[in-house]
């Protein structure tokens, strides 16, 4: 067992946090919203191809190193928003579709993608099929030698400025998961309408919306994968989303355990700094606990996923973990930072808030121990 990063993956990590600190947090401080000149910052550094393979435009890092640099990613830039937008559209979007598009899809979206010329929204999610992902009613008929794309999609991060979807609809009805394809579908397309900007508790920065389908038409050629098997293209996403992207969350982890430590070792109450009370030190303590049992189990989840070992439980597993720790850690911090903890001006709250989205989005910490259970055989 080997748990040193190689010197590559140390080289990247100490580009990514330069990157974020140098380039994109004085672009955070001047612009709202997911601008196209910070999305464009982010392609040209390579955050949006990361694992992309390189003829497509994109850096080809396993899931190992990729992990590596969304951790220095989640720990040197100051807006988690823009973050999980840039990696739920590379491991969710790009990835599913460098995997399973066809060449002519891989050379018209990957590299504008992987530039940030573009932006892409994972549509899966509906009112009425969260958890339960595959119950989902959006369906894609047949007509010739088209599809014609009904329904309505839900909560679908950067819905609001896509200019691509990968839609997950039912091609075969009564099938279950046997009966989804996904699609490649363009804004542009008719019958493509985008609703009202979502407001969230967190991550305010990435946009969220419903995206509707009404009898938009789409060509044989948006399919991608094969047709009534989408679900596999959408199981194998969620193996790359549930692993790399909350890596993110280790690495805000970590700036908040320091940020930590160091307001309660300079703030001083009763004649000593609070940091040598023990009520303080043992709830920093468990911090600490909580951010490196998450970290090994994400990257020993990414390091399967590399050697395509991984399974849906180890990934369940990193997952629960780090988005868990992350909401109990943020707390904890909001709590020892005492009156500053709630102050909007110090922006630790921001930490919570924006951790608490992490126990639901890529399938709900209920979902990850349902997975976990069958894993051990508990259901047989």
């Known amino acids: 067992m080997n748990f040193a990063f190689t010197q590559e993956q140390e080289e990247l990590r100490g580009r990514v ?3 974020a600190r140098e380039q994109l947090n004085p672009m955070l401080r001047k612009q709202t919203g997911l601008s196209k000149a910070i999305w464009q910052a982010c392609g040209a550094f390579g955050v949006l191809g990361l694992s992309v393979p390189r003829e497509h435009g ?7 190193s990729t992990a590596v640099a969304l951790e220095a990613l989640g720990y040197a830039c100051d807006d988690m928003g823009l973050v999980f937008s840039a990696a739920a559209q590379l491991l969710s979007v790009s990835m599913a579709v460098a995997a399973h ?13 992987c ?3 573009a932006f892409a929204g994972h549509a899966m999610t509906e009112e009425g099929a969260g958890s339960d992902a595959f119950a989902i009613a959006t369906t894609a008929s047949r007509d010739g030698d088209d599809f014609v794309l009904s329904g309505a999609k839900s909560f679908v991060t950067n819905g609001t400025v896509a200019d691509h979807f990968l839609v997950y609809a039912v091609t075969q009805e009564g099938a279950g998961a046997l009966g989804i394809s996904a699609f490649l579908v363009d804004r542009s397309a008719p019958g493509v309408r985008t609703g009202a900007p979502i407001d969230k508790i967190g991550l305010s920065r990435s946009p969220a919306c419903s995206v509707y389908f009404e009898d938009c038409r789409v060509d044989a050629g948006a399919l991608v994968g094969r ?3 989408g679900a596999s293209v959408f199981q194998e996403s969620m193996l790359w989303e549930r692993a790399c992207l909350f890596a993110a ?3 805000r982890a970590e700036r908040l355990l320091e940020e930590t430590i160091e307001h309660t070792r300079s703030r001083k109450q009763f004649g000593k700094s609070v940091a040598k009370n023990q009520a303080v030190s043992h709830r920093i303590v468990d911090m600490k606990l909580r951010l490196e049992g998450a970290r090994l189990l994400l990257y020993r989840a990414c390091w399967k996923l590399a ?8 990934v369940a597993l990193s997952k629960l973990a780090v988005s868990e720790a992350a909401v109990q850690s943020s707390a904890d911090a909001v709590q020892l930072h005492g009156a500053m903890g709630i102050a909007e001006d110090a922006g630790i709250a921001r930490h919570l808030r924006d951790a608490i989205p992490s126990t639901i989005f890529s399938g709900t910490s209920e979902i990850q121990r349902e997975i976990i259970a069958a894993a051990m055989g508990l259901y047989r």
């Open 115 to 117: 530039r940030g010329e």
């Open 307 to 314: 050697r395509g070992e991984a399974s849906a439980a180890d």
């Open 227 to 229: 047709l009534d098997r």
């Open 101 to 113: 598009g066809t060449p002519q899809q891989k050379e018209r979206v990957l590299l504008p993608l």
């Open 58 to 64: 994109g850096l080809g890092l396993d899931a190992l």
């Open 17 to 19: 946090v330069a990157f």
């Open 249 to 251: 969350y280790v690495g």
